[in-house]
């Protein structure tokens, strides 16, 4: 088996083998785009839609880049000013760009489960850009490679996810990739921010924030997802801070060699130290950014060429 799903909805339905297919193609991506020849010809022919239904800077950017230095025709609906204002639901615009034959469908959604939904609608590849609290796929799998290229390993880590894990996909995602890779998981926050049910996930639990990060390889900080929020989960900011702010003095729990990630946007002062997020030596939320750009070159490169195989298939009348 190498990779053989049709779309990339989330992590939990990927098998090892799949992720560690996706990371060393996109290992090789993140070496291309390091070069003077950025470009890729795996896309080439393809048309890419770019469905946002809720704001983004770095994930849109880079499956926008992505698409482009692997040769697809890519458009960026602006779901701002598109018909969904108009009333029109989610499945009659999905089956509208449907009608323009897209091979590749990237979709971000507020609702957890509407980019499922979807992919049952068309007949291209779709991949998830983060759906609600569900969901971030591609986050997890550029959080993956920036760790195995930092740290020489995906495996036997120990790995503090701290913050508002309740309200995070990107924490999500994480946890299910990095338990499958055999990593010890541990989510450090207070009580309110912590999920129900969290102990079926094979995480251990810190409310103390330098407990959590004892011995950690890695601390990944999460943004409070306030537009997820409908009540009050921190009593303040300031508060929080205090309590839940990576700053020099907590994060020397951790390892010396730790390294410090954020998915970003990042909240300076509220989850994390400024100085910290910039320092070079401990920081590696600069490379994230970088592995984006690669991870969503490769998913879409293993989808397109599973997606080719089905139409070959299905022409010559064989099921795939
Ligand atoms: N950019 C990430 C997401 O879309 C994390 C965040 O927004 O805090 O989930």
Redesign the pocket.
């Known amino acids: 088996m190498t990779f053989t799903k049709r779309h990339l909805l989330g992590i939990e339905p990927l098998h090892p083998v799949e992720i560690t297919t996706l990371l060393d193609l996109a290992d090789r991506y993140a070496e291309m785009g390091r070069g003077v020849a950025k470009h890729g010809h795996a896309l080439d022919g393809l048309t890419q839609i770019n469905m946002f239904f809720?704001n983004?800077?770095?994930?849109q950017a880079s499956f926008e880049l992505a698409g482009k230095r692997l040769g697809a025709d890519v458009m960026t609906m602006s779901m701002q000013t598109s018909s969904v204002k108009k009333g029109e639901t989610l499945i009659d615009t999905a089956l509208t760009l449907n009608a323009m034959h897209p091979d590749l469908l990237v979709v971000?959604h507020p609702h957890s489960g509407a980019v499922n939904l979807l992919a049952e609608k068309v007949n291209c590849a779709v991949l998830n850009?983060?759906d609600g609290r569900h969901e971030?796929p591609t986050?997890a799998l550029l959080d993956a490679l920036t760790i195995r290229r930092t740290k020489g390993r995906l495996h036997r880590l120990n790995i503090a996810i701290c913050g508002?894990i309740a309200h995070?996909?990107?924490a999500r995602s994480n946890i299910l990739l990095l338990g499958k890779m055999e990593n010890r998981v541990k989510l450090v926050g207070p009580p309110t921010l912590i999920p129900a049910g969290v102990s079926d996930w094979g995480v251990e639990v810190f409310e103390d924030m330098r407990e959590g990060l004892a011995g950690a390889d890695v601390v990944m900080m999460?943004?409070l997802?306030r537009e997820r929020m409908d009540g009050g989960f921190i009593p303040s900011e300031r508060e929080y801070y205090h309590r839940y702010g990576l700053d020099a003095a907590k994060l020397s729990c951790a390892k010396d060699d730790a390294i410090v990630m954020h998915?970003?946007?990042m909240n300076r002062g509220v989850e994390i130290d400024g100085t910290i997020a910039d320092d070079i030596n401990r920081s590696v939320i600069q490379e994230q950014v970088e592995m984006g750009v690669a991870v969503r070159m490769a998913a879409m490169e293993l989808l397109a060429a599973n997606l080719s195989a089905a139409r070959e298939a299905a022409a010559s009348g064989v099921t795939a």
């Not at 983004?56 to 994930?59: D, L, M």
């Open positions: 809720e983004s800077t770095r994930t971000r850009a983060g971030h986050q508002d995070s996909r990107v999460l943004r997802q998915p970003g946007p």
